[in-house]
Nanobody, 122 residues
Framework: QVQLVESGGGSVQAGESLKLSCAAS????????MAWFRQVPGKERELVAT???????VYAASVEGRFTISQDNAKNTLFLQMNSLKTEDAAVYTC????????????????WGQGTQVTVYS
């Protein structure tokens, strides 16, 4: 059973940093494309960053240069380093498995964690 558990959220002042972690279990995540999303109540979920199994990364324009997505395949953990946080970065951050290049992966299948709250005050 695939499980994704986020941690590392909290309340920080604008300009400070946080590092989120997503502990994954139940699959071969080294062959997966994974992502961080965020959502504010009343707004649509926003894609923050993705990382492919080859390590290629893509970022939303709003976080480019401030956030870094990475993974430790040996520990099946996904990270999001968030620097120079702004009040508009406050949201619930959720990790997700978008796609895996394994033979048994079903088209359209994906998995989500429960999310971790990030609060940024000015």
């Amino acid at each position: 059973q695939v499980q994704l558990v986020e941690s590392g959220g909290g309340s920080v002042q604008a300009g400070e940093s946080l590092k989120l972690s997503c502990a994954a279990s139940g699959y071969i995540f080294s062959r997966c494309e994974m992502a961080w999303f965020r959502q504010v109540p009343g707004k649509e979920r926003e894609l923050v960053a993705t990382i492919t199994e080859d390590g290629a990364t893509v970022y939303a324009a709003s976080v480019e240069g401030r956030f870094t997505i990475s993974q430790d395949n040996a520990k099946n953990t996904l990270f999001l380093q968030m620097n120079s946080l702004k009040t508009e970065d406050a949201a619930v951050y959720t990790c997700a498995v978008l796609y895996c290049s394994t033979p048994d992966w079903k088209s359209g299948q994906n998995y989500w964690g429960q999310g971790t709250q990030v609060t940024v005050y000015s």
